[in-house]
């Protein structure tokens, strides 16, 4: 397995349209998770001449007793092969919902923390099996086509690129080879509960396999590949179509010409919506996409019948003079937020911030900052605008205008940027042509 792994590894850093050879490894100390750290101790002894370094995180969900010493456990062994390694411990209260949903979006959002901190790219020990699960609870979720493409080896999120090195390796290839080369790994109780909806697939889809259908995993892998390609293909047109029919600003807003949009509707409304869902969330900031019965209730209402302006997912929708306008609503904008100098935070699920000062988080309308030009589409809106978009004011009082960009995957964000004095910046996540 370990030289297909090196194999893989360096394809996947070859890849990589990006300078950073700083890695955050997401470590659980699960088998997965620690056989990937023992597999990047063999590359690099190996392969030094990438000149990689590995920075493995170790997220303490703080949900078990035994989580914290277990953590430090990890954290001794990561050590003692020769890895700086840190534990962050989740801090937020424990919803009453679903806690493997809470518990994935905090351990997402310290990994990125550190990715930031380290101006680093993240690894993951996603494999084989755990493709197979996720495309099975999307099949049963009835997902659009977007969502049956599964993982990818490498894949772009929020200005960092994530690797998942093991997703061709089986669970029983890594389990073999901790086996065969004495790898400890600690196991989680949690991974055994039928309350949480992964491990009652997990459970389905092992039943299958031994009673029905032997190669399923194998099979679905098949299959999100075959999506993943088709996908592929019909993203080059529609990036070809929004680049000639759409503006995406850097201040949030997208507008559509309403004629264009309606040809493509009739044309294709399944490619329509998938166009507005991707809208919404870059405009909107939400993780989830909306409903697909919501958006296509909206692009009906555009075309057929007689349109009134639109909300959703946080996002208003309205016609003026041959165009679809698409802007943030001024409600649920979390303000006042406090930020330190020199860090990275995400703001309303649709900024990047990179400051070098610390201080507060305010709008730009009440900051008294246009950030509109008066030769932008979206002038008459500015107002509007200005207040979903934030500025600092310093611990000193001092305002700072925000400088704003917009992040793709050929975006690099300059960390050497941040230590200019009064540098404020927004970098918009566009979610449309990623």
Aim: charged share 25%; hydrophobic share 35%.
């Amino acid at each position: 397995m370990i030289n297909s792994f090196n194999t893989e590894f360096s394809k996947l850093l070859n890849y990589q349209d990006n300078p950073k050879n700083n890695f955050v490894l997401g470590l659980s100390g699960g088998l997965d998770s620690m056989v990937l750290l023992y597999s990047l101790k063999n590359f690099i002894d190996k392969f030094d001449s990438h000149k990689i370094k590995i920075f493995p995180v170790i997220i303490d969900h703080n949900l078990r007793s035994e989580s914290s010493d277990e953590a430090k456990a990890v954290q001794e062994i990561s050590k003692k092969i020769g890895f700086q390694t840190s534990i962050k411990k989740i801090v937020n209260n424990k919803p009453n919902g679903n806690i493997q949903d809470w518990a994935r979006r905090n351990r997402r959002d310290l990994l990125f923390e550190s990715c930031s901190i380290l101006s680093a790219n993240l690894l993951l020990a996603h494999h084989f099996d755990d493709q197979a699960e996720t495309l099975f609870m999307r099949f049963t979720k009835n997902s659009g086509l977007d969502g049956l493409i599964g993982m990818k080896s490498i894949s772009f999120w929020n200005g960092i690129f994530i690797l998942r090195p093991f997703l061709n390796f089986s669970k029983n290839q890594i389990y073999n080879y901790a086996i065969n080369n004495n790898i400890k790994y600690f196991e989680d109780s949690s991974n055994y509960l039928l309350k949480y909806e992964r491990v009652r697939v997990r459970y389905l889809l092992n039943n299958i396999k031994t009673n029905v259908w032997k190669n399923i995993s194998k099979d679905l892998n098949r299959f999100g590949v075959v999506s993943s390609n088709l996908i592929t293909k019909i993203n080059i047109l529609f990036n070809d179509w929004i680049k000639q029919n759409a503006i995406i600003d850097k201040c949030g807003g997208v507008r559509l010409c309403h004629d264009s949009t309606r040809i493509l509707f009739e044309k294709s409304d399944i490619f329509c919506i998938k166009f507005f869902i991707k809208i919404i969330q870059t405009v909107g900031g939400k993780e989830y996409p909306p409903k697909r019965k919501q958006v296509r209730h909206l692009i009906n209402s555009l075309f057929i019948m007689k349109f009134k302006k639109h909300t959703l997912g946080n996002v208003c929708v309205f016609l003026k003079q041959n165009y679809i306008y698409f802007l943030r609503e001024q409600r649920n904008l979390h303000f006042n937020t406090e930020i330190k100098k020199n860090k990275k935070y995400i703001f309303d699920g649709r900024f990047i911030i990179s400051s070098s000062a610390s201080g507060t988080l305010i709008s730009s309308e009440t900051g008294n900052h246009n950030i509109i030009s008066d030769k932008s589409p979206f002038y008459d809106y500015k107002r509007l605008i200005n207040n979903t978009i934030p500025c600092i004011q310093t611990l000193e009082g001092k305002l700072i205008k925000p400088h704003l960009k917009i992040i793709d995957e050929k975006t690099k964000i300059n960390t050497n940027e941040i230590i200019k004095p009064n540098s404020f910046k927004l970098y918009l996540i566009n979610r449309v042509l990623i």
